[in-house]
C-alpha cells in the first residue's frame, strides 16, 4: 500500500510561479513512475507530468516548458513547480503513483489550484 498527501496548493495571479509536493509513504513507490493530474470543474481528469525512478520525464503538451516535475527518493517526495501559470491551469492537482508512464495505482486527496486573471 502506497499513501500520498499532496501539499502547495492555493491562489496565484497569472504569470506567477507556484510549488506543489507529494509525500510518499508505504512500500515499494520508489521504484513506481511518479506523476501529477488535474481536474477542472466540468472537466475530466487530465495528465499533466510524471517521473520515473531513473528520472525519465513525461509532460502533457499544454504544461511542457512551463512545469517541471522532480523527485527526491530519500524524502519520497515528488514535486511539481509551475511557472508561468495561467487561468486554464486552475484546477484540483492530484499526486499519482503506479508502474505506467501514467500512472495511476494510488492517489493522493487533491490540492486545489487556483490562478487569478
Known amino acids: 500500500q502506497v499513501q500520498l498527501v499532496e501539499s502547495g496548493g492555493g491562489l496565484v495571479q497569472a504569470g506567477g510561479p507556484l510549488r506543489l509536493s507529494c509525500a510518499a509513504s508505504?512500500?515499494?513507490?520508489?521504484?513506481?513512475?511518479m506523476g501529477w493530474f488535474r481536474q477542472a470543474p466540468g472537466k475530466e481528469r487530465e495528465f499533466v507530468a510524471a517521473?520515473?525512478?531513473?528520472?525519465?520525464?513525461y509532460y502533457a503538451d499544454s504544461v511542457k516548458g512551463r512545469f517541471t516535475i522532480s523527485r527526491d527518493n530519500a524524502k519520497n517526495t515528488v514535486y511539481l513547480q509551475m511557472n508561468s501559470l495561467k487561468p486554464e491551469d486552475t484546477a484540483v492537482y492530484y499526486c499519482?503513483?503506479?508502474?505506467?508512464?501514467?500512472?495511476?495505482?494510488?492517489w493522493g486527496q487533491g490540492t486545489q489550484v487556483t490562478v487569478s486573471s
Open positions: 499519482a503513483t503506479g508502474k505506467s508512464a501514467q500512472p495511476s495505482d494510488y
Open positions: 508505504g512500500t515499494g513507490f520508489n521504484i513506481y513512475v
Open positions: 517521473m520515473s525512478w531513473s528520472g525519465t520525464t
